[in-house]
């Protein structure tokens, strides 16, 4: 699944990578994702609580299928 960023951030468990408005957020951890979408804030700057700073995207990965070979 995609995430995009809706608050922008700096990951401070992600050696300080800064995420912007609109950027995909590239984590896989599903705990860091459950954290970074619910909306409790605590650790969080004053500026962010309250707030879910990812989102489900709606975009689905695209699996490429393997074309079909004749016999």
Not at 16 to 36: F, H
């Amino acid at each position: 699944m995609a995430y995009k960023v809706v608050q922008a951030f700096v990951d401070l468990k992600d050696g300080d990578k800064e995420y912007r408005v609109g950027d995909v957020y590239e984590g896989t951890d599903e705990t860091r994702i459950e954290e970074l979408v619910s909306t409790e804030s605590k650790g969080r700057h004053e500026s962010l609580k309250g707030k879910s700073l990812i989102e489900l995207d709606g975009e689905s990965v695209k699996v490429k299928t393997p074309k079909k070979t004749k016999k």
